[in-house]
């Protein structure tokens, strides 16, 4: 997984490379921006349109500077202008700065509001106004300059993040004075703004450039967040073996559905199937089990004494994980049905939606709840089961609070869902998109989850894998229907597509 650092380790890896590798800060700005200049040219596929820069005086200008140049060689037309509010110029902005001047390439001075010029469009603008040192809120010109930018109909593409948005948010933005970057080109490393909801919508799509800093120092770079890499699933996921057999991958339980809500069921069971598991069993009340008969053929099904609701609990020792939850409703025969559940069985459980809400409900349930199991909230269940918070860091405050304390895995459900572990880790996933804000989809990640954890993944590898692989299956599914069409049924669809890509 990749280490999100805040803005001083990220400077401290910078002179540490310099300093190993070695290089100059020279030469280390020009293998940045080449580096983050070979992934935008491709954003940028019309060789006529034009490029306006906008570059302030520190490094991130510098990086500007360097990728104006690398446009200049490949024949773009560009224009590039020099945002001064009397501040000095880093050195590596003022080398870069000569060299442009010495391939008579004019830069523009703009020192107020009033020099804004005119953009059209479809023209191209790239915000190298301020990079990650930001520690307060731009109060200067250039605050309604960014302003006047986002106001444009121009492509805004920011190089490493959007000026005015600080990596980590530890001070109130003020969201007039932050680049609306349609995408972001960010170096080496992710920042934990773009991660959250509150700040992320700033950045747009973000690529991460790999510029070749000391990959060993950074592993030693102490941090609670981290970002889920292709790599490191590669890394965790297990191959099937020749001679193993459906016990090998285990027995799963899914208690799942109510009157009304039987599709819950069927769509948890759908996405734990297509994910691996051995055996899989659906508890569902009476009004249920036809359905699951026919619609889940390969599913055994459990028909519960209760025709509407889910009241009986079943020989639960046999099986190798358990998920419940998902529309199986909030009355009392379910709630007790979930306590003796808690009292009686002492492995990893995946808990969700109602479930959740039942124990919100009862905070002595929490703890019952065997240690390290895995809670999946969305945000409106999260707040009922910790309390309101304000600001994003508030959340991951609660979020990394909770799983301390009660030692439990937590994934907080949304863009770039993040997970809670008991160690004090938060990992942030990196698959996923908006067409998955739709009925259905956290009742296919309750099955794919519960589905890794009966093959006997441990239980921050089922999470890891399982929100990867959801968000990867949901990723290929908008490709295929788009975002606005897509269902929960297209996110269990697409499961195998996913794996086939490892």
């Known amino acids: 997984m990749l280490p999100i650092l805040n803005s001083d380790q990220i400077k401290k890896i910078d002179f540490h490379t310099i300093f190993n590798e070695p290089i100059s800060s020279i030469a280390l700005m020009e293998r940045a921006a080449t580096c983050c200049y070979e992934k935008m040219k491709k954003q940028i596929n019309n060789k006529f349109v034009k490029i306006h820069f906008f570059c302030g005086l520190g490094n991130n200008g510098g990086d500007g500077l360097v990728i104006a140049r690398k446009c200049i060689e490949e024949g773009r037309d560009i224009v590039v202008y020099k945002l001064s509010w009397g501040q000095s110029q880093s050195n590596d902005f003022t080398f870069n700065e000569k060299k442009l001047i010495d391939l008579n390439v004019p830069i523009k001075i703009i020192e107020s509001v009033s020099d804004f010029p005119i953009i059209k469009n ?39 993040i959007p000026s005015g948005l600080p990596a980590v948010p530890n001070f109130k933005i003020d969201k007039s004075k932050i680049v609306q970057a349609d995408c972001t080109y960010t170096f080496e490393l992710p920042k934990l703004s773009f991660l959250l909801p509150q700040t992320g919508n700033y950045v747009g799509d973000f690529t991460i450039v790999p510029i070749g800093l000391d990959s060993d120092f950074i592993k030693k770079q ?57 055996l899989l069993t659906v508890q569902v009340p009476g009004c249920g089990y036809d359905i699951l008969q026919e619609s889940v053929p390969e599913s055994m099904v459990i028909k519960d004494d209760g025709e509407n609701y889910i009241e009986s609990i079943v020989d639960i020792d046999k099986y190798s994980s358990i998920g419940i939850g998902p529309g199986i409703d909030q009355n009392k025969q379910t709630e007790l049905l979930l306590l003796s559940m808690l009292d009686n069985y002492d492995k990893s459980v995946v808990i969700d939606a109602d479930a959740i809400n039942i124990i919100s409900k009862n905070k002595h349930l929490i703890n019952k709840i065997p240690e390290h199991s895995i809670l999946t909230p969305h945000p409106g269940e999260f707040k009922r089961l910790v309390g309101d918070y304000g600001q ?53 990640l309750t099955g794919i989850i519960t589905a890794f954890l009966s093959q006997g993944y441990s239980p921050e590898d089922a999470s890891v894998l399982g929100v990867y692989f959801h968000g990867l299956s949901g990723d290929i599914a908008q490709e295929k229907v788009g975002e606005v069409s897509l269902n929960a049924s297209d996110i269990v669809k697409y499961i195998p597509d996913a794996f086939k890509l490892f």
């Open 122 to 160: 479809d023209d191209v603008i790239i915000d190298a106004i301020w990079g990650i040192g930001l520690s307060r809120p731009i109060e200067n010109f250039v605050g309604d300059f960014i302003a006047r930018i986002n106001q444009s109909k121009a492509m805004i593409l920011s190089i490493d």
């Open 222 to 278: 102490k941090t609670d967040y981290y970002y889920i890499e292709k790599n490191y699933i590669k890394h965790i996921l297990n191959k099937r073996m020749k001679f193993s057999h459906k016990g090998s991958y285990g027995h799963a339980l899914i208690i799942a559905g109510s009157l009304g809500k039987i599709g819950a069921a069927v769509l948890s069971a759908r996405g734990c199937l297509k994910s691996g598991v051995g």
């Open 392 to 444: 994003d860091m508030d959340r991951l405050a609660n979020l990394r609070h909770f799983s301390i304390k009660n030692n439990l895995y937590v994934i907080l459900k949304g863009a770039h869902t993040a997970i809670g572990c008991p160690d004090g880790k938060i990992i942030f996933n990196s698959t996923g998109n908006p067409g998955m804000a739709t009925a259905g989809s956290g009742d296919v």
